[in-house]
């Protein structure tokens, strides 16, 4: 008692003592909270002593509003009357919410009204970090550095605010903008590191995001000088002149706290992204590249060496003659190309995506001749528009002259109006389509995704929240939704929603873990989409589409091809007067189809199974060699968790006639814009100047996102995706196993009859 007291006698006369020397600065801000700011940096002393300043003295007057006295009033009755005391923490609360931050004249006005000492209410303050004592930015930066955040690099966020800022924790800058402070564990580990904004965590965060977010915050203080110090940071509406301010939570993309991809790949799936990769694929690609750059006879002869061995000597041959004749022109192109890879700041560059795609295509035709035109390998995105058939299976006129439209992007007039006409339609039509045709949730498939698949299902609104539109590597616009997608056709099919994360880093939106279906149910967190076409004469096709954010594609000699953002695959079961008739099953650039009764079954319901990485869709679990003998290229399948479209999907009706998509009477508000959206739903084709991309043989790592729904010939007549080839409907599973033997002599593979009988839906009707 005796140390207490003397203690307290020299604190007194320090602080009279300080009292007397220290003057009045023009800084408040910064002056007072370096003198006691909120944070575990303060020394004992600090934490313990109050020093008058010209904003924080007893003399300050201070009232509750109103609206606060009410809130106190009902805070109060969760207490008996005679333990008022205890409603000190929300109280006190409410009055830094009301001031700012929680000055003498808060602490005492608290203590009158729950009539308690107020130095019980300064004890309370002092202690918890979360009352500010001083006054503090408009933007509290609270960064833990507690052991699992540190070991999380923690040290690099510090050192990255108090660089871009340029002061220490404990003060605040001289606009009154950011105080900075470091604390203790704020509960948020699993996302470590972390900095709580006001009422916000930041989470999973990098030094680079961290100063994004900080630039971003400024603005935001700029635009809004007027709102109250202390508010959230995301309060409604972001005002328009101030853009990128992220959402908080995980700035890694994660959704929640999901695990971050393995460590310790699969094999299937390894090797996966231009670091990883071993050094004779390094070598390979680098070798790969060098070829495809330089567009010499040497080229040709290399790829008529290979192309030979694999595909004869027809198309070689042809290869040769082109790269004969024209090699000046291929070089007016290649230049062209590496032009156009280069925006100059927010202009657009001046050549046209038209010639940007045929440029890509002629070199295509050099270098895939053997591998990709002849054989399809590997190409399981398309590189330039895609399939160019709309729903109806005929061609889109509406693309011609798209190339004139240049540089005009902020004129959504046309988009709008076919927006409304489609918003009209669908009231005239009552809002939506009516019911799901019983028989089609009857006989949905069950897809088995496989065991250790590493980019899951994905949600297509997540999707669009986690990339933007790109025309020619520029942004076009930031607030896309379901419900406006289609806004932006005026730019497709040359528009490319462009993830925001640089995929190779793994964002956990891309993998999607977080939906994996439960394995009890096969239920998955993101909707899957089913639309059902009538196309008259008892025949009605139902198509279950399946989204990915992310395809892996497949390796071929030890080096990984087709990567690519946004996946959607497809299963379409035809019925006839109601009865299930074929499947088909897409795959790559096409896929299988099979008579009903060769599928495989669990109750009334088709099993199928979706391969690792690329998600091409099989009848069997297993491996699925395709195209290359000797099993060279082959996916993969097998039994793990089952996903049931049936529990989770926007479900609609598309009327050929008038191309109108209605959502079903179970789900009458399902959004539709997105379904109109004629431009891709992944990144462009990365350059080769772009480290992440590396070429060989004609392929590419990474290739163009995909088109939509609406681009996968709904319209069709024969079971098969593309109408302009061949459709094989196979009578056994075992068919569909080894396809690439029975395409090369159909009568080993086992088919029933010779494979020019094989007439496509017509033979079997
Ligand atoms: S250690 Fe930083 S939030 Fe827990």
Redesign the pocket.
């Known amino acids: 008692m005796a140390a207490r007291s003397v203690s307290l006698r020299l604190a007194a006369a320090c602080r009279a003592a300080t009292q007397t020397v220290r003057p009045h600065t023009a800084t408040p801000i910064m002056r007072a909270a370096a003198l006691s700011p909120s944070s575990s940096s303060r020394s004992s002393h600090a934490l313990a002593v109050h020093r008058d300043t010209p904003d924080n003295h007893a003399n300050i007057p201070f009232k509750f509003s109103p609206e606060n006295e009410k809130l106190i009033a009902e805070i109060l009755k969760r207490y008996p009357p005679q333990y008022k005391k205890a409603a000190v923490m929300p109280v006190l609360d409410l009055g830094q919410r009301q001031h700012g931050f929680s000055s003498l004249s808060v602490m005492n006005e608290v203590a009158r009204i729950l009539e308690m000492p107020p130095m019980r209410v300064y004890e309370v303050a002092s202690f918890y970090t979360m009352y500010n004592r001083n006054p503090v930015g408009k933007f509290h930066l609270q960064v833990?550095t507690?052991?699992?955040?540190q070991l999380c690099n923690s040290d690099s966020i510090m050192k990255a605010i108090g660089d871009h800022l340029g002061i220490k924790p404990g003060h605040s800058t001289e606009d009154g903008i950011f105080t900075f402070s470091e604390v203790e564990?704020?509960?948020?580990?699993v996302n470590?590191p972390?900095v709580q904004i006001n009422d916000d965590f930041y989470e999973d965060l990098t030094p680079e995001s961290t100063v994004q977010l900080l630039d971003a915050l400024k603005g935001y203080a700029q635009a809004t000088k007027d709102l109250p110090i202390n508010t959230t940071v995301i309060t409604g509406d972001v005002p328009p002149e101030v853009k990128g301010i992220p959402k908080p939570g995980p700035l890694s993309g994660r959704a929640t706290c999901e695990n971050m991809p393995p460590s310790t790949p699969d094999p299937l799936i390894s090797s996966h992204n231009s670091t990883d990769v071993s050094n004779f694929t390094l070598a390979a690609a680098a070798a790969g590249t060098i070829l495809y750059e330089n567009h010499s006879i040497f080229t040709t002869l290399f790829t008529y060496v290979v192309g030979g061995i694999f595909a004869g000597f027809g198309t070689a041959y042809h290869d040769i003659l082109w790269a004969a004749r024209s090699p000046a022109k291929r070089k007016a192109e290649s230049k062209r190309w590496h032009n156009a890879i280069s925006p100059e700041g927010h202009r657009f560059v001046q050549v046209r995506e038209k010639a940007l795609k045929s440029n890509w295509e002629n070199r295509k035709s050099e270098l895939d001749g053997i591998l990709d035109n002849t054989l399809g390998l590997v190409r399981q995105s398309n590189s330039g528009s895609g399939d160019t058939r709309t729903g109806d299976g005929k061609p889109d006129s509406s693309f011609e002259g798209q190339d004139e439209k240049w540089g005009d992007w902020g004129d959504y007039k046309e988009e709008k109006r076919r927006l409304a006409e489609r918003e009209q339609l669908r009231k005239e039509a009552g809002g939506h389509s009516g019911d799901v045709p019983k028989y089609i949730l009857e006989y949905a498939p069950l897809i088995h995704l496989y065991s250790k698949e590493e980019y899951w299902p994905g949600d297509i609104d997540l999707h669009l929240r986690r990339t933007i539109p790109q025309l020619n590597f520029t942004d076009v616009h930031e607030d896309v939704t379901l419900d406006n997608l289609s806004l932006f056709n005026q730019y497709a099919p040359y528009l490319y929603l462009t993830s925001k994360d640089d995929p190779e880093a793994h964002p956990g939106w891309l993998s999607a873990r977080f939906n994996i279906p439960d394995l009890k149910t096969g239920k998955c967190d993101a909707p899957g989409t089913l639309i059902w076409v009538d196309k008259g004469n008892g025949v009605v096709d139902a198509f279950w589409f399946y989204f990915y954010s992310y395809n892996l594609g497949n390796v071929v000699f030890n080096v990984r091809f087709g990567n690519h953002v946004g996946d959607w695959e497809h299963s379409m079961v035809r019925f006839v007067d109601g009865e299930p008739k074929y499947m088909f099953l897409s795959q790559h650039t096409g896929g299988d189809a099979y008579v009903w009764e060769a599928l495989e079954k669990k109750g009334k319901r088709p099993v199928i199974y979706s391969a690792v990485g690329t998600h091409a869709n099989y009848a069997t679990a297993g491996k699925q060699e395709y195209i290359v003998p000797f099993g060279l290229l082959a996916d993969n399948t097998d039994t793990g968790p089952m996903w049931d479209l049936t529990l989770n999907s926007r479900m609609y009706n598309y009327n050929l006639s008038n191309h109108l998509l209605l959502p079903s009477a179970n789900n009458p508000e399902a959004p539709i814009s997105w379904f109109y959206f004629d431009g891709h739903w992944g990144d462009k084709f990365y350059p080769f100047n772009d480290t992440r991309q590396y070429g060989l043989l004609g392929e590419a790592h990474y290739v163009s996102g995909p088109l939509g729904p609406r681009w996968k010939n709904l319209g069709r007549t024969g079971v098969c995706q593309r109408d302009d080839e061949e459709c094989i409907i196979m009578t056994q599973l075992r068919y569909g196993r080894k396809r690439w033997e029975w395409e090369a002599d159909p009568l080993d593979g086992g088919l029933d009859v010779p494979w020019w009988a094989l007439g496509g839906l017509d033979w079997y009707l």
Do not use: D, I, K, Q
């Open positions: 833990c507690t052991t699992p955040c564990c704020l509960g948020a580990c470590a972390m």
